[in-house]
C-alpha cells in the first residue's frame, strides 16, 4: 500500500455519538484523522479528545508485546515475552483452574474501553470462548443498567427519541446531561431548534459548559430529580394540559399515577429538589403549553439510589402530554434499543449453567471463588466503585491475573500477564452509536504496531493453542458481522456488510424524522405503563446521615478523558489541570479552604486529593470533582473511586457514582 488513501471508521469510545471518521493513510503511516463530514450526526467534527487519537495511538507508553510479571503485584514491574510463551502460560493455568476449580472459577471482565460488536462490550467479545470453558457470566451494568431498566418499565425499551429530531423541539431540556462535554454533536441540532424559537432548559446540580449556554439552569439537589419530574406533571394537570386522548388510548395506571402526581404539588417539591417553588412553577407551565417538547437524559441522570425511578418517571412525561406522538418529542436516553442485531453469544456452549458476577461489585465479589480474573477493555482499578478494596483483591497471589490492555493502566500494573491490544486504526469492527440512528463499519487503516493483537484474534490464537475444536470459536471477523447483521429484523433491511465496507455508514431503515411507538409501545398491553406505587425514590444523600461526612459528591464526566481513557495523554492531561474538586464558597469558608489549595476528599472507605476550585457552579452542600485521573498519576495516588461506594441503584443494578457522602479538609 503505498501513495494516500483515505479509509472511513468509526469512533469505539463510550460516547452516544459514535463519530464517523476518515483516516488519511499514506506509505503505510496514519497520517491525519478527521471526523467525516459526510456523515449526518458527525458533520465533521471530532471531540477535543479524540482529536489526539492518532497521536494517542504512536505514544511512547503504548504496551507492544506480550510481558509477564517480575515484581510484586501493583508494582507494574514486568519482562518482555512471547507470544507463545504468554499463550502456553496461560493454557496451563486456565486448564488447572478449570480441572481443579471448574470454569466458573473464571471472571471475564470486559467493560466499555470499546463499544464495538467485534472487538468491544456490545457484542459481548470472548464470550463463546468463554463459554466453552464454562466460566463466570459477567453482568456489564457499570453504565446505564439503571436508568435502561426504569424506561424498559415505562416504555418496554429503552430506546426512544432520534437526537436529531431535537431540531424540530420547541421546548428542550437537558436534564442532567452535559452535551457539550458528553456527547456535544447534538448542540448543532439543538442550535437548530433554537433559531426557530425553542428554549432550552439545563436541569443539573452543576452549571457545566451546558448549562452556560443554556435559555435556563435549574441545580437540582442530586437525585432528586423524579420529584421534581413529578412536580412538573402537577402543574401540567393543573392547567389541564394533559393528552387526555392519548392517556385514553395509549396508556394505562394513568388514574394511579396521576394520584402520584397530586401528591406533589410544588412547594412539596421545592424542598426535596432544593429548587425554588417560583421556578418550578414556571418551568410547568412552559410543559404543559409547548409542543412538541424534547427531553434528553444521558446516564449521569440515573447514578445514584433512586436513578431507575428517576428515568421511569422522565419517561412518562411525554406520556402526560403527549409529546411521544410527535416529531422532537419524548425523551432521548440510548437509541440502543433500536438496534436489532443478531448477538448470538452461543450460550448451547455452556455445558451447564453459570453464576454471574457483577462489575460493579468487583471488590466485593473477587472472593476465593474466582482463581482468575481476564480483564479487556476495562480498568476497574481506576473506574470502578471501592477503588481501595480492589486494590487489595487484586493483589491476591493466588488470583491469576491476564490484562490485555494497549497502555500501563492501574489495572495493568496488578496482572500476571499482559497481552498488547490494538486501537480502532488497526483492526476491523461494526458499531451502533447510542445516541443516533447509524451502523457504522470501522475498516482497518494500518497494520498494528509490535506485537498487538485485535480482541478476537486474541481469542482466535488462544484457543487455537488450548487445542479447542468447536468451530464457531475461529469465525472471521466479516464471518462474525455477517452473523450480526442476520436477524432479520425490518431495521436492517438492505443493511450488508459489503455496504458498509464500502460506504463507512448506513441509517437504520427507519422513517425520517423517526418517531418511535407510533405502532404502539413493546409492553405486553401495547401502552405506556405510568408507574406504580411510590415514582420517587431518594438518593442516599437525602437519607443516610450527614455526620461526619455531610457533602453530596458528584463525579462528572471530565471534558479532556473519556472515563479513564486519555488519562496518560500528556497534552491532554495538561488541558484537566490535574484533579479537582469543586466546592461552593460558602463550604469553603467554614473549612478554611482557598482556590487552588491541595485538599483531600474523604469517607469511611477512603480518600483522594484535588485542587480545590471555589466556585458557585456548585449549590451549597454539594462537590464536583470530574472522573478520568488515573490513580497512580494522581497526588496522593488515588482516584476519586477510592471515596464512591459499592452499591447498587433500586433497579438493574446501577452504579451510584453521584450518590456518596464527604468531607474536604486541606492538605
Wanted: with cysteine; glycine share 10%; net charge negative.
Amino acid at each position: 500500500m503505498t501513495g494516500e488513501l483515505r479509509v472511513l471508521g468509526a469512533c469505539p469510545l463510550d460516547c452516544p455519538d459514535t463519530c464517523s471518521w476518515v483516516v488519511t493513510v499514506e506509505d503505510r503511516r496514519a497520517v491525519k484523522m478527521r471526523g467525516n463530514p459526510e456523515h449526518p450526526y458527525t458533520r465533521g467534527a471530532l471531540c477535543v479528545k479524540v482529536n489526539r487519537y492518532l497521536e494517542h495511538t504512536g505514544a511512547a507508553d503504548r504496551i507492544l508485546h506480550p510481558m509477564r510479571r517480575v515484581g510484586p503485584k501493583g508494582s507494574g514491574r514486568f519482562e518482555r515475552i512471547s507470544w507463545d510463551e504468554a499463550l502456553e502460560e496461560i493454557s496451563v493455568r486456565l486448564r488447572a483452574i478449570v480441572d481443579e476449580h471448574g470454569g466458573e472459577a473464571i471472571w471475564p471482565y470486559n467493560g466499555t474501553g470499546s463499544l464495538g460488536y467485534l472487538q468491544g462490550c456490545e457484542g459481548v467479545a470472548g464470550r463463546r470462548f468463554w463459554n466453552v470453558l464454562g466460566a463466570s457470566r459477567h453482568f456489564l451494568n457499570i453504565c446505564s443498567t439503571a436508568g435502561n431498566t426504569g424506561l424498559t418499565e415505562t416504555n418496554g425499551t429503552p430506546g426512544g427519541m432520534d437526537p436529531e429530531t431535537f431540531a424540530l423541539s420547541k421546548l428542550i431540556l437537558l436534564w442532567g446531561t452535559n452535551t457539550l462535554t458528553s456527547g456535544h454533536h447534538l448542540w448543532k441540532f439543538i442550535q437548530d431548534a433554537r433559531a426557530a424559537g425553542a428554549h432550552v432548559v439545563a436541569i443539573d446540580p452543576i452549571r457545566t459548559r451546558t448549562a452556560e449556554q443554556a435559555d435556563e439552569h435549574l441545580p437540582i439537589r442530586p437525585g432528586t430529580d423524579a420529584a421534581l419530574a413529578l412536580g412538573l406533571l402537577h402543574v401540567v394537570l393543573a392547567e389541564g394540559a394533559e393528552d387526555r386522548d392519548y392517556l385514553e388510548n395509549h396508556t394505562e395506571n394513568w388514574e394511579a399515577f396521576r394520584e402520584e402526581i397530586l401528591r406533589h404539588p410544588p412547594a412539596r417539591v421545592a424542598e426535596l429538589t432544593g429548587l425554588p417553588e417560583a421556578d418550578i412553577r414556571a418551568l410547568g407551565l412552559r410543559l404543559a403549553h409547548t409542543r412538541p417538547t424534547g427531553i434528553r437524559a444521558t446516564m449521569g441522570i440515573q447514578r445514584h439510589a433512586g436513578g431507575g425511578a428517576a428515568m421511569r418517571v422522565i419517561a412518562a412525561i411525554p406520556g402526560v402530554t403527549g409529546d411521544w406522538r410527535r416529531p422532537g418529542g419524548g425523551v432521548a436516553y440510548s437509541t440502543s434499543g433500536h438496534i436489532h442485531l443478531n448477538i448470538d453469544t452461543r450460550d448451547d456452549l455452556l455445558a451447564r449453567p453459570v453464576r454471574t458476577l457483577t462489575m460493579t461489585r468487583l471488590a466485593g465479589e473477587l472472593d476465593e471463588s474466582v482463581k482468575c480474573l481476564w480483564v479487556y477493555t476495562a480498568n476497574p482499578a481506576g473506574s470502578s466503585p471501592d477503588q481501595n478494596r480492589i486494590r487489595e483483591k487484586l493483589a491476591r497471589e493466588d488470583l491469576f491475573t491476564v490484562v490485555m490492555e494497549q497502555f500501563p493502566t492501574d489495572t495493568v500494573d496488578y496482572a500476571d500477564i499482559v497481552l498488547p491490544a490494538t486501537m480502532q486504526t488497526e483492526h476491523l469492527d461494526l458499531h451502533a452509536g447510542y445516541g443516533h440512528m447509524y451502523l457504522m463499519w470501522n475498516e482497518q487503516a494500518v497494520e498494528p504496531p509490535g506485537e498487538c493483537l485485535s480482541t478476537t484474534e486474541t481469542f482466535r490464537r488462544l484457543a487455537r493453542h488450548m487445542g479447542l475444536t468447536e468451530p464457531s470459536l475461529y469465525d472471521s471477523d466479516l464471518e462474525l458481522a455477517e452473523q450480526l447483521l442476520s436477524s432479520g429484523h425490518p431495521s436492517l433491511d438492505g443493511i450488508t456488510v459489503d455496504r458498509l465496507r464500502k460506504e463507512g455508514w448506513v441509517r437504520l431503515n427507519v422513517a425520517r424524522p423517526f418517531v418511535p411507538f407510533t405502532d404502539g409501545f413493546p409492553t405486553p398491553s401495547g401502552r405506556l405503563r405510568f408507574p406504580r406505587g411510590a415514582a420517587y425514590a431518594p438518593p442516599h444523600t437525602a437519607t443516610a446521615a450527614r455526620e461526619p461526612y455531610p457533602l453530596a459528591l458528584v463525579t462528572p464526566a471530565s471534558h479532556t478523558f473519556l472515563n479513564t481513557t486519555f488519562g496518560n495523554n500528556p497534552e491532554l492531561l495538561r488541558r484537566s489541570g490535574g484533579p479537582r474538586v469543586l466546592v461552593n464558597p460558602a463550604d469553603a469558608a467554614a473549612r478554611g479552604l482557598t482556590g487552588g489549595q491541595r485538599a483531600r476528599v474523604f469517607n469511611a472507605g477512603g480518600a483522594f486529593e484535588a485542587e480545590v476550585e471555589v466556585s458557585e457552579r456548585v449549590r451549597p452542600g454539594v462537590v464536583a470533582a470530574p472522573k478520568g485521573h488515573w490513580p497512580k498519576l494522581s497526588p496522593g495516588g488515588a482516584g476519586v473511586n477510592a471515596v464512591v461506594e459499592e452499591r447498587d441503584a433500586d433497579l438493574g443494578r446501577g452504579a451510584v457514582y453521584h450518590d456518596n457522602l464527604v468531607e474536604i479538609e486541606p492538605v
